[in-house]
Nanobody, 122 residues
Framework: QVQVVESGGGLVQPGGSLRLSCAASGFNLDYIGIGWLRQAPGKEREGVSCISSRDGTTFYLDSVKGRFTISRDNAQNTVFLQMNSLKPEDTAVYYC???????????????WGQGTQVTVSS
């Protein structure tokens, strides 16, 4: 059974940092790309970052480039999203998802978890 479980969300002040974690089960990160989506109230879900299984190629949403870093630990079947210099506009529910396609410019996703809330506010 494919499952992803997110953790690490919370409330943080602007300029602060959070590290999201996603524990995957039922599939192997050696063979499937993985990453993060987010959805803010009243907005569509969007891809934030992903990392391919083949060669570790990464994708980042333009608005998070230079602030967010994705990484994975294949031995632990876990993916992380380090979020620095957080802004109020980063407030959203963040979902871990599988990405059958992930490259520097584009992606597709097909399965996601329950999500973790990230709130950036003073």
């Amino acid at each position: 059974q494919v499952q992803v479980v997110e953790s690490g969300g919370g409330l943080v002040q602007p300029g602060g940092s959070l590290r999201l974690s996603c524990a995957a089960s039922g599939f192997n990160l050696d063979y499937i790309g993985i990453g993060w989506l987010r959805q803010a109230p009243g907005k569509e879900r969007e891809g934030v970052s992903c990392i391919s299984s083949r060669d570790g190629t990464t994708f980042y949403l333009d608005s998070v480039k230079g602030r967010f870093t994705i990484s994975r630990d294949n031995a632990q079947n876990t993916v992380f999203l380090q979020m620095n210099s957080l802004k109020p506009e980063d407030t959203a529910v963040y979902y871990c998802a599988t990405f059958p396609r992930c490259n520097n410019y584009d992606y597709t996703y097909d399965f996601w978890g329950q999500g973790t809330q990230v709130t950036v506010s003073s």
